[in-house]
């Protein structure tokens, strides 16, 4: 198991690096952008207020979509 200084010193075991490895490239891709656009569809959500519990799970799925999002294409790298 690794810990932080392990991470820091780059003694990683690589677990989470071969996990994302075995993403497909434009899944990263798709992943990353989604991640970025998304927190724009909360600000209408915010602005009105979550007024109604369909309000209220709209914004917990745009929420929870992000997170996947970020998990898949956290490790983009711009195509290089």
Known sequence: MSTL?????GND????????RSVPAP?????????IALPFMYVPLLATGLQ????LQ???????LN???LLLGHRHDGGT
Do not use: Y
Request: glycine share 6%; charged share 20%.
């Open 67 to 69: 997170v996947v999002a």
């Open 52 to 55: 109604s519990s369909s309000q």
């Open 27 to 35: 899944v990263r891709f798709v992943g990353f952008w989604v991640a």
């Open 13 to 20: 075991d690589g677990d989470d690096a071969e996990t994302t």
């Open 5 to 9: 200084t392990d991470t820091m010193d």
């Open 58 to 64: 709209t914004f917990l799925l745009l929420v929870a």
